[in-house]
Every structure is written in C-alpha cells, then in structure tokens.
C-alpha cells in the first residue's frame, strides 16, 4: 500500500491529496510573488570610492544616482506612485523612503513630473504634490522646506474652497495646479535629493 503525505493511503486518496498539495505550493507562489511585486525591490548601496579610487562615470546619470523606477532631473530623483492617499499619508509615505511630496521650482520641472504621470498611467492624472497652506492660509509651503519660488495655478485657484489646503497638479483642462482637501485621495509624486 502506498503512502502519500498528510496520510493518504488509497490511490483515489492519494490523487486527491496531490491536487491539494499542488493548489497549496501554488497559492503559496502566488502569494510570494504579489508580496514582492507590491513591495517592491530593495535599494542596493552603491559602493563608496575610496580617496585613491576614481569614480567611474556613466553616460546616463539615471541609473548611477537614482535607482530604479526612480528617475533624475535637476539633481533630484521622481518617482509616481498610483495608489490614492490622502495628502498627509502620501507625505508620510515619500518620507518613509527618503523623500518629500515633490516640490516644483520651474516649469521644465513640472514638466519632467507631469511627463513621469503620462508615462506611467497613459494620461494626465491629478496628482498630490508637495506644497500646502494648511499652517496659514495663503501662504504656501513645499513640504520639503524648499522655497516656493514656482507657481502654475489654474485661473481663479487657489481658492480655498471648502478648507482646501493641499496642491494637486494636472488640474482641469490646462493640467495646472489647484488647492484640494487634503483628506481626499490621489496618486502622488515623491522627490529626493540624489
């Protein structure tokens, strides 16, 4: 008489035990690799040169600096993240990775954000970026402490309708920026120094 794992002992027994075993490693696998699709790859350190070492220099800066899905411009690293936050747990979020909700100091960077939005959902989703006026109304503060030095308010905004205190960008028609409840939930951009 055959035996199988977790006791089975007749043939049909046996068979059937073998399904689940196999339905068993296959949620398992399942399970694993969603696990790690939705944490992501941890970062690995760069080594560091040495004081007689030369630093190797690359053509694309990109992948030296800032690592994968993160992307450089003007010194700083993006990254889009799609899950919808409320603003504050979207600032916890980049600051628990080491950055801020992105601040923007001219248009060449709105546009690099809004081209990192594109690429990744195929359209100009509103986003939660970094600035706020939640201290003091109408004045406006990047969450990175950075100067607000940029502004590309839709027409009429900010308003301030409704205890609005938070920055989207790719508002309305013109894809410009509008004041927000902060408790409502968006997609956001991350921004850290490489």
Known sequence: ???????????????????????KLLTVSALLCAVMALTGAAV????????DQEEETFLDKRSTSCAAPWSKFNGRCFRYFPKRLT??????NCH??????????NIEEYHEIQRLVLTATYEHKPVWIGGSDAHQEGEWLWSDGSQVSYTNWCPGEPNNHGHQHCLQMNWGDEKCWDDLSCAKRLPFVCAKRT
């Open 1 to 23: 008489m055959q035996t199988h794992r977790s006791g089975c002992h007749r043939e049909e027994e046996v068979s059937r035990c073998q399904r689940i075993w196999d339905m």
């Open 44 to 51: 690995i350190p760069e080594e560091e040169t040495g004081p």
């Open 87 to 92: 603003w504050s747990r979207a600032e916890r």
């Open 96 to 105: 628990s990775i080491g950055g801020n909700l992105a601040s923007v100091h």
